[in-house]
Structures are given as structure tokens and as C-alpha cells.
């Protein structure tokens, strides 16, 4: 970390042009991966007293997260991880059923509690599932890819240690005692307090949102330049 820090009356602190070089390389990395890749962002981090910090950013710019638990596997072992999602789906679908309405308290009690259990560590993940990303099907030609955004390096570090044993890219906030060589994409700044994070947090789910509205303008672009050629093509016919 020496190169990015200086050091002041016993204090280490980030260069400011360093802290501004590492955001905007982020940020254009992480535009074009959005924009050209068909890339998904999920938002890890799980301490306490940033939950619901991540849990707000992720959800502003539509992207799934892991804000109270890092299940073990999660990457390394989807398949398995699958199963539970889709069943808390199916516990989420029968809970608003007649059939669940009509079992005894005792049961629906029983099933309330599983649901909450499963969806403080997957709530977030719920529509990871329409995604052909983590290995759910690698036949298709244009799979989306994921991204890990990792809150809090110290703690997360199953999670780390999952992304790079499958060459999973990593974005992370990285306090000035972390190792910058652990990550791919490199945020400068202090990764526990609430009032950084916030901040810093908030900027990427902002780059996020607004390359995802450039990506489905692009898309709309393309679709009527088709549907143009298409036209002309029909036009061309009829003429002749």
C-alpha cells in the first residue's frame, strides 16, 4: 500500500491524487464492463453496522447483494446455493397461496420462521436466478458475467478467497492497511467507517445505474437500426 499512502504525524493517509486516479480507473472499467460485457455487480458486505448501507445501494441501482451473511460456496458451490434460493422463492409464492392460509397456525408459524432464516442471507439474491451467470448455463453464447463489489476486505475475505479461486473480478474499498495486490479493481478510501462508505458506496451504485441506462439506450439503438434494415428490405421487395 506504500505507493498510494503518505504519512502524517504518525498517520497514514491516502495521497489525494491517488484516491482520484483509483475512482475514475474504476469507474471506466466499470462502465465498459456494464456497457460491453453484460457484467452483474454483487454488492458484498456484511457487518453490522453497514447492512443496510450496502443493502440501500445495491437495491437503488437494481444490482442483488449479500449484506447480513456470506454463505460458504456461495461461488464455489452455486449449484447447491441455488437449491436454497429457489426454495425460499417457492416459500415466498406458497405463503401468499390459499393453501398456506388455510394450514394450522402452528405450521405457518413454523414456515414463517424458515422463511425469515433463509431470507436474511438471501433476500438479496432472489433474481440472481433469471441471470445466466455462476455456472447455471454454460452453454449459452452471451452468459452474463459477475463482478464482486466487496465492502469491508477483512471481513469478507470466504468471499474473496471464492471470487479468486475462480478468477471472479474483484472491486473493493481498501483502507490504507489492506493489500491492494489481493484485488483487481482498486477504491481508495476508508472501508469501515459509515459516512466513507456511504459515500463511496453510493458513487459506484450511481456509475452502475447510469451505464446500465447507456447500455439499454444502445440496445434500443441497435434494435431499431434492425428493425430499419429489416423495413427496407420489405420496401426494397415490394417495389421490385
Request: glycine share 4%.
Amino acid at each position: 500500500m506504500r505507493p498510494y499512502v503518505r504519512k502524517e504525524r504518525k498517520l497514514h493517509l491516502f495521497k489525494e491524487q491517488e484516491i482520484i486516479e483509483s475512482f475514475f480507473y474504476v469507474k471506466s472499467q466499470l462502465e465498459k464492463m456494464i456497457e460491453e460485457e453484460n457484467v452483474i455487480v454483487l454488492f458484498v458486505g456484511t457487518s453490522p453496522h453497514l447492512s443496510e448501507i450496502v443493502k440501500q445501494a445495491a437495491i437503488s441501482c437494481q444490482s442483488p447483494y449479500l449484506a447480513n451473511y456470506w454463505p460458504g460456496g456461495f461461488l464455489t458451490n452455486f449449484r447447491t446455493i441455488r437449491q436454497q434460493i429457489k426454495h425460499l422463492k417457492d416459500l415466498l409464492y406458497f405463503q401468499k397461496s390459499e393453501k398456506f392460509a388455510s394450514l394450522s397456525k402452528k405450521r405457518q408459524a413454523e414456515l414463517e420462521k424458515e422463511i425469515t432464516k433463509l431470507k436474511e442471507v438471501y433476500e438479496g439474491v432472489l433474481d440472481l436466478l433469471k441471470y445466466d451467470c455462476l455456472f447455471t448455463s454454460p452453454r449459452e453464447e452471451k452468459r452474463s458475467k459477475i463482478l464482486l463489489f466487496i465492502i469491508g476486505l477483512k471481513k469478507e475475505k470466504t468471499a474473496l478467497k471464492e471470487a479468486k479461486s475462480l478468477n471472479i473480478p474483484v472491486i473493493a474499498i481498501c483502507n490504507t492497511d489492506g493489500d491492494p495486490d489481493l484485488i483487481d479493481y482498486l477504491i481508495l478510501g476508508n472501508d469501515y467507517t459509515e459516512s466513507s462508505v456511504a459515500f463511496l458506496i453510493d458513487k459506484v451504485a450511481e456509475i452502475i445505474r447510469e451505464s446500465k441506462l447507456k447500455k439499454d439506450a444502445g440496445l434500443s439503438t441497435e434494435k431499431a437500426a434492425v428493425a430499419a434494415a429489416n423495413e427496407e428490405k420489405v420496401l426494397s421487395t415490394e417495389a421490385h
